[in-house]
């Protein structure tokens, strides 16, 4: 079993970068490394969006259309962490923000996902 703790948020100008960790811990050092894991964010009074996962290997990653360009997720495999780099923010991308993790690989549906970190908030101002 995994958990996950979301960093990195808070609140940012239009135009401006944030960069997101997902830290897992639980298991063996190499327990985050069998898992795929995504990242969704939920606006207020909206369900969970997808937008961005990546896979064990980090071969195979995904985006959501409406992050493809500004948001690049990557992870580090001696850290147990998964990032998040957000550029070019713009006030739609404001929400919490969660990672999620699976051993089956990455997805773009929350069902997907057996495991969920408690979120941290972005708010990006006009």
């Known amino acids: 079993q995994v958990q996950l703790v979301e960093s990195g948020g808070g609140l940012v100008q239009a135009g401006g970068s944030l960069r997101l960790s997902c830290a897992a811990s639980?298991?063996?050092?190499?327990?985050?490394?069998?898992?795929?894991v995504g990242w969704f964010r939920q606006a207020a009074g909206k369900e969970h969006e997808f937008v961005s996962a990546?896979?064990?290997?980090?071969?195979?990653?995904l985006y959501a259309d409406a992050v493809k360009g500004r948001f690049t997720i990557s992870r580090d495999y001696a850290k147990n962490t998964v990032y998040l780099q957000m550029n070019s923010l713009k006030p739609e991308d404001t929400g919490v923000y969660y990672c999620?993790?699976?051993?089956?690989?990455?997805?773009?549906?929350?069902?997907?996902?057996?495991?969920w970190g408690q979120g941290t908030q972005v708010t990006v101002s006009s």
């Open positions: 999620a993790a699976d051993r089956s690989g990455i997805g773009t549906t929350a069902e997907h996902y057996g495991y």
């Open positions: 990546i896979n064990q290997d980090s071969i195979r990653k």
């Open positions: 639980g298991g063996t050092l190499r327990t985050f490394t069998i898992y795929g």
